[in-house]
């Protein structure tokens, strides 16, 4: 949920045996642009140019239309599950939401005192949470003037991760004081905490079934949680000298990729595929480092710009 996260990928060590793949697009960039992000269709991309300036860009056929300038510059996107909405966070704690398609008119207003750190749109594509540093989450309406829904707070410092689970009853964050904590988002009442870790949690995912909460974060582990108690199923093999930090999964609730950054800064980041019914991973194999990567219809796709020339190939 910050900006370009998943960008990361594109330092992702390469390793010689590349799976198959096969083409998904090829198209020409506006700019010179070390990365991108993917939408979840597929059917576009945020272009981040050399020079700090954003684009939309259609896949596959490469019409694109200017996103946001250099300055201010950015500090949280994230598209809508739709791909319909994008929702950009400024230093300043002002939020921005923007049409993603067609020719909406963009919203924008001051969220927060602060720089906005996460972003996250609901599955409804309506509503939105803010989180800007060292300050509590808030809930916004996406009416034509957001309206304040909710003030989500913590013992100390901001919050780092938020889901909501597929049937949009529940909201689930985590707050650098290490604390998960449960919502009813029918009246914003909070229901349980979970008190388990030491360390934060980065990223939190429910299953595409809504069966279980997935949480990865400094531990180096995924900890799968049952949403309905709160409690603690089981913990996945720690990936040792590692934070998680981004968890999707593909075509179903079994099989995720994850990906990690070294703690030590001394690696660059690297991703796991999990299988969750054996509990056991094998690497993400790559024959070149990848500049944007997303899951699109349950499958990976990786992109690689030169120069400026994106393509993009599906992973079998």
């Given at each position: 949920?910050?900006?370009f996260?998943l960008?990361?990928?594109?330092?992702?060590?390469?390793?010689?045996?590349?799976?198959?793949?096969?083409?998904?697009?090829?198209?020409?960039?506006?700019?010179?642009?070390?990365?991108?992000?993917?939408?979840?269709?597929?059917?576009?991309?945020?272009?981040a140019?050399?020079?700090?300036?954003?684009?939309?860009?259609?896949?596959?056929?490469?019409?694109?239309?200017?996103?946001?300038?250099?300055?201010?510059?950015?500090?949280?996107?994230?598209?809508?599950?739709?791909?319909?909405?994008?929702?950009?966070?400024?230093?300043?704690?002002?939020?921005?939401?923007?049409?993603?398609?067609?020719?909406?008119?963009?919203?924008?207003?001051?969220?927060?005192?602060?720089?906005?750190?996460?972003?996250?749109?609901?599955?409804?594509?309506?509503?939105?949470?803010?989180?800007?540093?060292?300050?509590?989450?808030?809930?916004?309406?996406?009416?034509?003037?957001?309206?304040?829904?909710?003030?989500?707070?913590?013992?100390?410092?901001?919050?780092?991760?938020?889901?909501?689970s597929?049937?949009?009853?529940?909201?689930?964050?985590?707050?650098?004081?290490?604390?998960?904590?449960?919502?009813?988002?029918?009246?914003?009442?909070?229901?349980?905490?979970?008190?388990?870790?030491?360390?934060?949690?980065?990223?939190?995912?429910f299953?595409?079934d809504?069966?279980?909460?997935?949480?990865?974060?400094?531990?180096?582990?995924?900890?799968?949680?049952?949403?309905?108690?709160?409690?603690?199923?089981?913990?996945?093999?720690?990936?040792?000298?590692?934070?998680v930090?981004?968890?999707?999964?593909?075509?179903?609730?079994?099989?995720?990729?994850?990906?990690?950054?070294?703690?030590?800064?001394?690696?660059?980041?690297?991703?796991?595929?999990?299988?969750?019914?054996?509990?056991k991973?094998?690497?993400?194999?790559?024959?070149?480092?990848?500049?944007?990567?997303?899951?699109?219809?349950?499958?990976?796709?990786?992109?690689?710009?030169?120069?400026?020339?994106?393509?993009?190939?599906?992973?079998?």
């Open positions: 949920m910050r900006a996260r960008a990361a990928v594109l330092v992702i060590s390469a390793v010689t045996a590349a799976v198959a793949s096969q083409p998904v697009a090829k198209v020409q960039l506006p700019c010179d642009s070390l990365y991108q992000m993917l939408s979840p269709t597929g059917k576009q991309a945020v272009v140019c050399k020079d700090h300036r954003s684009y939309l860009v259609s896949i596959p056929d490469g019409a694109s239309r200017p996103l946001l300038p250099a300055e201010p510059r950015v500090s949280a996107l994230v598209y809508s599950k739709d791909g319909q909405w994008l929702a950009a966070g400024f230093p300043d704690g002002t939020v921005r939401v923007m049409p993603g398609q067609g020719t909406a008119a963009a919203r924008q207003w001051k969220a927060g005192p602060h720089r906005i750190d996460t972003l996250y749109l609901f599955p409804d594509g309506k509503k939105l949470f803010v989180a800007p540093v060292d300050s509590p989450g808030t809930v916004w309406e996406l009416t034509e003037t957001p309206t304040l829904l909710a003030t989500l707070p913590v013992a100390f410092g901001g919050m780092d991760a938020v889901a909501v597929p049937d949009g009853e529940l909201l689930v964050a985590a707050g650098d004081d290490t604390v998960l904590r449960w919502y009813d988002t029918a009246t914003w009442q909070k229901m349980r905490e979970y008190n388990g870790f030491l360390l934060e949690t980065f990223v939190l995912t299953t595409p809504g069966k279980y909460l997935l949480a990865g974060g400094a531990d180096s582990r995924i900890t799968v949680l049952d949403p309905a108690s709160g409690q603690q199923v089981r913990q996945l093999p720690p990936e040792a000298g590692s934070s930090a981004d968890i999707d999964f593909l075509g179903g609730p079994q099989r995720t990729l994850t990906l990690y950054f070294d703690n030590s800064g001394e690696k660059p980041p690297h991703a796991l595929f999990w299988d969750l019914a054996t509990d991973s094998t690497p993400l194999k790559a024959d070149s480092r990848p500049t944007c990567s997303g899951i699109v219809t349950g499958k990976l796709w990786l992109c690689n710009s030169d120069s400026r020339t994106l393509t993009i190939l599906q992973q079998e």
